[in-house]
């Protein structure tokens, strides 16, 4: 079974909340407005407004669950700072030829509800959520160093997600890719909240389980290339699950494959 996830008058009045709050965009299996590299001036494009279209597809490690489909219009913006990418917010506190430092905020596209699968019948709903956190990116020649720390702030998971990888971009004139390795830390409440089964929901076939901290790798690459007067980006990401993931009953996979599409072009 797949699940699309509409852009709803919910989720655009949340991207609305975000674009007000002083706070910022978040990487990780999020995609970037706009991806620096070690060719392309730290200022990146022209400041303003763009507008575009994105689909987020996601396969899950859920049993009776294949996949999540997620199309989104997108409303992005750019001006000193500040970068605005639909429910996407990032503001850099520090900006230099090799360091940038950031605060950021994003949704964290997670959960399920009862009628997803039948392994979640009778379970109570686990809900998407916001993330807020910080970011820090480094270069050293053409290798970038990424870390980032991510918060859950609506009280839904109360987990925090910790991230450290390595990418390698290449450019050629306006077509650029950028492989990428990264480590994610998820901590207890997370893995808890959306893979643990709590003692209500315990049934035959359904064992109680508690979970745990884990450290998922992650490896994939991003292209950006121009088109149709504007810029196509593209992200896929093949994720290997920590055994405290595919360990709960709830799962029956070891790995997920996600991808997006994003096109943007200046108004």
């Known amino acids: 079974m797949y699940s699309v996830q509409p852009f709803t008058a919910v989720s655009a009045a949340l991207c609305l909340c975000l674009v007000s ?29 763009y507008w575009g279209a994105a689909t987020f597809i996601s396969s899950e490690p859920y049993k009776g669950y294949s996949s999540r489909i997620i199309p989104v219009p997108v409303l992005a913006y750019r001006k000193n700072n ?7 917010v990032r503001y850099k506190l520090y900006n230099d030829q090799a ?31 916001i993330d807020i956190g910080a970011s820090l990116d480094t270069k050293f020649q053409n290798i970038t160093v990424r870390s980032a ?28 890719l950028e492989p990428f390795i990264d480590l994610q830390y998820l901590d207890k409440k997370y893995v808890d909240y959306y893979y643990g089964v709590q003692m209500k929901e315990a049934t035959s076939e359904r064992a109680y389980y508690k979970g745990s ?21 593209t992200r896929l990401t093949h994720t290997w699950l920590g055994a405290e993931i595919k360990n709960s009953p709830l799962v029956d996979s070891n790995s997920v494959i996600s991808a997006n599409v994003i096109f943007t072009r200046a108004f």
Request: glycine share 10%.
């Open 213 to 233: 901290s884990t450290l998922n790798t992650e490896a994939g690459f991003m292209v950006n290339l121009p088109a149709f007067g504007g810029m196509v980006r």
């Open 99 to 129: 360091t940038t430092v950031a605060i950021t905020a994003s949704p964290r596209f997670a959960g399920y509800k009862e009628s997803d699968s039948p392994i979640f019948k009778g379970m109570d709903t686990r809900s998407t959520s």
């Open 149 to 176: 720390f991510l918060a859950d702030i609506l009280g839904k998971s109360n987990g925090y997600e910790l991230r450290a990888g390595i990418s390698y971009p290449v450019r050629k004139g306006p077509f650029s």
């Open 21 to 49: 709050a002083p706070t910022v965009f978040a990487e990780d299996d999020k995609p970037p407005v706009w991806e620096d590299n070690a060719q392309q001036p730290r200022s990146g494009p022209p400041e303003g407004l």
């Open 82 to 88: 500040l970068e605005i990418f639909g429910p996407f």
